[in-house]
């Protein structure tokens, strides 16, 4: 399945069972937008990274930010969120570093490499999601814990976990998680 058709499918979920939380979503982000981005950020998006912010840029409106990262509260977790192309502008920058990775002297190790473009975080930015523009691989960082590479193969296995949830979580099998009120409510 492609990153479209997996967010496709988060998409289709979401609004059929939490269709207030659907109905929040803004719009999709432009080619300008996203060309600006790279050109910020001195890096190009991964093609998968590309087609999602195409569907949904969910970046909140500038008066709405407050944080180091934002995003819509309660989705896809209780504590993350996914970030439009501004928020992952924000904690790329703050993370990438001159010589490529983070620390200096740990080049095979690293927590963090610039290659890696955040899609995913908590509001603080000290852990989430990231895509590795070399491969389009899926990993997760943590800041004072392991950097974990390679965690799903893509994007759009990753949104296949997410539509997996969000199934368990209409279905009533989530226990730490209900819909309420068109919304996810998390416990």
């Not at 109905?23 to 998968?48: C, F, K, N, V």
């Not at 209780?78 to 570093?97: K, Q, V």
Request: charged content about 25%.
């Amino acid at each position: 399945m492609s990153v479209a058709e997996s967010w496709s499918r988060v998409m289709t979920l979401l609004r059929e069972h939490a269709p207030a939380d659907h109905a929040e979503l803004p719009g999709p982000a432009t080619e300008q937008m996203l060309a600006a981005a790279e050109e910020r950020m001195g890096i190009s998006l991964h093609g998968d990274l590309r087609t999602w912010l195409l569907q949904n840029n969910l970046d909140l409106p500038e008066e709405d930010v407050d944080a180091m990262c934002c995003g819509f509260d309660g989705f896809p977790d209780e504590g993350s969120f996914f970030l439009g192309i501004r928020a992952m502008e924000r904690l790329y920058a703050n993370h990438s570093r001159p010589c490529g990775f983070d620390p200096p002297d740990q080049p095979d190790d690293p927590f963090w490499r610039n290659e890696w473009i955040p899609f995913l975080s908590d509001q603080d930015g000290w852990t989430g999601k990231f895509i590795d523009v070399r491969d389009g691989r899926v990993g997760r960082w943590f800041v004072g814990g392991p950097t974990i590479t390679g965690e799903y193969e893509s994007m759009a296995r990753y949104f296949d976990s997410v539509a997996e949830t969000l199934t368990r979580i209409a279905d009533g099998s989530f226990p730490v998680c209900r819909i309420t009120e068109g919304r996810l409510a998390w416990s």
